[in-house]
């Protein structure tokens, strides 16, 4: 009989526990996305494994250059629930116990594999998809692709492993504490919205392991790249894929904006309640400040396509008429329920999934 | 209790938790001068200063500050008011000297040469770029306090001070609060369960008061 290290079997605890957690919070939501975007899910399945498949095919440096960098890209998520799978209160209690380096790298590698195993699976329904059908393409040798498809997934493994032994470890200490301010109060901090905003919105996004500031930033560098390809139209990705990823990318980025947005104003409810601001102008004005914020990016889109000629025929107006509607509106309506809440931005992202791809159709 | 100027009238104060009252018709009235707040655990010391504060709302009654109204004139009247208490930081992904700024904003009637002095003579002059999180007990309190006591405010309400101070602080405050009492220029409440070293203007005890549930 295996006697699996107390530690371990802590840690693996706490992952079941972080994703039950998860799993519980994404249900309402999850029905409706399944009910929603369940083919385009099932068909994201099916081609999980073509990006490794198709690297591997190519000339030998540049295949290992891509197949590393999309085994990186893979283990994003991992980074992503760090926080919750070694809550920062516990890696603190944790820290001061002496746990060997083998234990904590074995931890971590089961920690990670729990992880990685879904993809795993994805990967293999995938392979057996392209690999078994009949006419696959010129380009899939089944032995190279296998293997490829083999290298990035234990490559995503040891860089998930990697992030969770990281994270694990203590902080690095900074060299040197920075010379303290004395004599700081002689000037007035200068007031305004913008300063106010600066400290109760903009700063929580990125500090106390906050990831908020992170993934919105991901989900607008991922929204222009989308768009991008979308309106250059490269001939390798047909142009309704393009549409597809910029439109759920860019419904996913105002959603997560605004899902900080409202958990913020919830943080700040008890915190400022004493404090003199015009009472309930906070929130309104928050929101307003948000759409200012979301307007650039889709005025940029609206241009890039302008100039790429989207903006032609009907697909078009529509697409451009709910992308600008769609971010008030998510932003300005209550939040009903969890459901609720999903329904209504699997409903921005169908019809605007179903607008793009008819653009230039 | 009758005063001739008061600076702070509750009428009929009532405020509920989901679960229990804690006012049920309350009548106060306050004058400038340092008010002891006295009470056993749970008699609602720190809910009463939270309300004087509008940091919580009343369930009835009304609370008015020199006329303005804690609901009505709700912006007026907490420009007034500061309610320092709390021993773990709200805004915790500030730095002190962001967590200041950020309150010095809202308050623009500030000493801001005061503060510096409280700053120095806590020795907490050199946290300004510190995250509020990391601060001691000790130290996040001084800040509380040295902030607290550089607002121009009518209505100070201060949430047991001595709480995490060390010797020195502690000598210091009293003497700030000795030297605020004989001035009478605001008010000042505080709840403290250790015996304060000045003679309080008033000293008003929740368990001999009407009005507190029981």
């Keep these: 009989m295996v006697v699996v290290h107390p530690y ?102 089961l920690v990670s594999g729990l992880l990685v195993a879904p993809l795993a699976l994805a990967y293999a329904g995938s392979l057996a998809i392209w690999l078994l059908q009949h006419g696959r393409p010129d380009w899939l040798h089944p032995l190279r692709a296998t293997a490829g498809t083999l290298f990035s997934l234990l490559l995503t493994w040891a860089c998930a492993c990697g992030l969770l032994v990281r994270g694990a470890l203590p902080a690095p200490s900074p060299a040197r504490a920075r010379a303290g301010g004395s004599d700081v109060y002689r000037a007035r901090p200068q007031p ?157 992202m169908l019809m605007l999934c179903a607008t793009g791809s008819r653009v230039w159709n | 209790m009758e005063l001739e100027n008061p600076l702070v009238e509750a009428d009929a104060l009532a405020f509920h ?5 804690v006012f049920t018709g309350l009548d106060l009235r ?50 007034h008011t500061f309610y320092c208490g709390g021993e773990a930081p709200e805004l915790d992904w500030l730095t002190a000297g962001e967590w200041l700024d950020l309150h010095l904003s809202l308050y623009r009637q500030a000493d801001l040469p005061a503060l510096q002095a409280h700053l120095d003579v806590f020795h907490i002059a050199d946290v300004a770029r510190q995250p509020v999180s990391g601060l001691s007990l000790g130290q996040y309190k001084k800040l509380q306090l040295s902030l607290a006591l550089a607002l121009r405010v009518q209505l100070l309400l201060i949430d047991e001070p001595f709480n995490g101070l060390d010797v020195q602080a502690v000598d210091i405050l009293q003497e700030e609060l000795a030297r605020r009492e004989t001035a009478r220029a605001s008010c000042i409440v505080l709840t403290s369960h250790l015996a304060l070293r000045v003679t309080p203007t008033v000293t008003l005890d929740l368990d001999a008061q009407r009005g507190v549930a029981l």
Excluded at chain 1, 22 to 34: F, H, K, P, T, Y
Excluded at chain 1, 313 to 322: E, I, K
Aim: aromatic fraction near 8%; hydrophobic fraction near 55%.
């Design chain 2, 17 to 21: 938790f989901k679960t229990r009252s």
């Design chain 1, 8 to 109: 371990i079997r802590f840690r693996i605890r706490l992952t079941h526990h972080a994703l039950a957690q998860l799993l519980a919070r994404l249900r309402g939501s999850g029905e409706i996305l399944a009910l929603a975007l369940g083919p385009a899910l099932l068909g994201l399945l099916a081609v999980s494994a073509l990006p490794p498949m198709f690297f591997a095919s190519c000339p030998a440096p540049l295949a290992l250059g891509l197949l590393i960098l999309h085994a990186i890209a893979m283990s994003l998520p991992v980074a992503l629930l760090r926080s919750r799978i070694l809550p920062p209160a516990v890696q603190a209690w944790l820290m001061p116990l002496p746990v060997a380096p083998g234990l904590l790298l074995r931890a971590s590698v």
């Design chain 2, 30 to 79: 306050l004058a400038a001068g340092l008010t002891w707040l006295r009470g056993r655990n749970g008699r609602g010391k720190t809910t009463l200063l939270k309300l004087l504060g509008g940091a919580l709302a009343p369930s009835g009654g009304s609370i008015r500050l020199n006329g303005l109204d804690s609901r009505r004139d709700a912006l007026a009247y907490r420009r």
């Design chain 1, 192 to 348: 305004g919205w913008g300063f106010l905003w600066r400290h109760l919105f903009w700063l929580p996004l990125w500090r106390r392991g906050s990831l908020a500031g992170l993934r919105q930033a991901a989900l607008l560098g991922g929204t222009v790249v989308a768009s991008a390809v979308w309106m250059i139209g490269p001939a390798m990705l047909p142009r309704p894929a393009g549409a597809l990823m910029t439109s759920v990318l860019l419904v996913l980025f105002v959603h997560e904006a605004d899902d900080a947005l409202r958990a913020q104003l919830a943080r700040l409810q008890g915190a400022m309640a004493g404090l003199p601001l015009p009472p309930g102008t906070l929130g309104w004005r928050a929101r307003t400040t948000l759409l200012a914020g979301l307007a650039p990016a889709l005025l940029a889109l609206s241009a890039a396509g302008s100039a790429a000629g989207a903006w032609t025929h009907t697909a078009g107006y529509a697409w451009l008429a709910l992308a600008w509607t769609m971010a008030p509106l998510l932003v300005c309506t209550p939040p009903f329920t969890a459901r609720g809440r999903m329904a209504l931005v699997a409903f921005f």
